[in-house]
């Protein structure tokens, strides 16, 4: 079992950043990869950006240049640092990570980002 717990987001203009964090706890051993998806209102969940144990990372296309996520695998913790925000990116975002062996997500809470225009 896995627990993930969301922290950073908030309410931001146009053009701000934020830096969301994601701490793990748990079965961690069995995780070798994790990422961020986001959810707005009425729309599927979506990946943002994801990176293995190993540090190779994808980006949505639509976050590419803008995001950028990094892992402290001594503290357990993913990131995503999230520049040049725009309205499009309202959205709940969930940390995410994967257990290959059981091939099974593990969810965070969602942590709330609204960019203003």
């Known amino acids: 079992q896995v627990q993930l717990v969301e922290s950073g987001g908030g309410l931001v203009q146009a053009g701000g950043s934020l830096r969301l964090s994601c701490a793990a706890s748990?079965?961690?051993?069995?995780?070798?990869?994790m990422g961020w998806y986001r959810q707005a209102p009425g729309k599927q969940r979506d990946l943002v950006a994801s990176?293995?144990?190993?540090?190779?990372?994808n980006y949505a296309d639509s976050v590419k240049g803008r995001f950028t996520i990094s892992r402290d695998n001594a503290k357990n913790t993913v990131y995503l640092q999230m520049n040049s925000l725009k309205p499009e990116d309202t959205a709940v975002y969930y940390c995410?990570?994967?257990?290959?062996?059981?091939?099974?997500?593990?969810w965070g809470q969602g942590t709330q980002v609204t960019v203003s225009s």
């Open positions: 995410n990570a994967f257990a290959p062996l059981t091939t099974r997500h593990y």
């Open positions: 748990g079965s961690i051993s069995s995780i070798n990869a």
């Open positions: 990176i293995t144990t190993g540090g190779r990372t």
